[in-house]
């Protein structure tokens, strides 16, 4: 199996940065995709960015422009970083990937439990 670690959130002010990490660990031969969904009391989740194994990557509408999505294949780890954070940003963010295992054949989908992130003066 795999398991996805976030770390990263916290509060910070309206116009203020952080960056998301997440690291996956596990019976893993190889990751397509990693990405960051979010999702706010009461809403439905929603796709933040996504980047594949070649590092084409998407965006939700509401970040394009504030939001960047890497990765580092060699630590299986993806990062978010967030920059001119609003308010509406405010959300649990969750860690998500596609991945091939060792041990069984297919793609198969993981989530992290998610890290608060609060933009509020």
């Known amino acids: 199996q795999v398991r996805l670690v976030e770390s990263g959130g916290g509060l910070v002010q309206p116009g203020g940065s952080l960056r998301l990490s997440c690291a996956a660990s596990?019976?893993?031969?190889?990751?397509?995709?990693m990405a960051w969904y979010r999702q706010a009391p009461g809403k439905q989740r929603e796709l933040v960015a996504l980047?594949?194994?070649?590092?084409?990557?998407n965006y939700g509408d509401s970040v394009k422009g504030r939001f960047t999505i890497s990765r580092d294949n060699t630590k299986n780890t993806v990062y978010l970083q967030m920059n001119s954070l609003k308010p509406e940003d405010t959300s649990v963010y969750y860690c998500n990937c596609n991945a091939r295992l060792r041990s069984a054949v297919g793609i198969f989908t993981y989530w992290g439990q998610g890290t608060q992130v609060t933009v509020s003066s």
């Open positions: 596990g019976s893993i031969e190889s990751i397509v995709n």
């Open positions: 980047i594949s194994s070649i590092g084409s990557t």
